[in-house]
């Protein structure tokens, strides 16, 4: 599972783990585009809070992707140790089948 608040980044890590894997003639299943998490707040202009009741609104996007290879973890450990973008989160599962 990888993801990242940047979608640019996010997709570059993707293309160069479905690189390091065809190379190495894995089955590769994906990037598969999981549900993208927004998390919002909505704060307050002022601190006093006098004046107008005015509003600012933030949010953060989180984008995640799934992608299965299917081989020992050998393997797959040696396809992860590539280099990854800043602010990009690798989470690796092995299942044994």
Known sequence: ML???NVKSLEKVCADL???????NLKVK????MPTK?????????????GSKTWDRFQMRIHK????????????????SISIEPGVEVEVTIADA
């Open 3 to 5: 993801t990242s608040c």
């Open 65 to 80: 992707r799934l992608i299965d290879l299917h081989r020992p973890s050998e393997i797959v450990k040696q396809i992860t």
């Open 30 to 33: 994906g990037p598969v585009r």
């Open 38 to 50: 927004t998390l919002r707040i909505t704060t307050r202009k002022t601190p006093c809070g006098e």
């Open 18 to 24: 479905i690189r390091g894997a065809k190379e190495k």
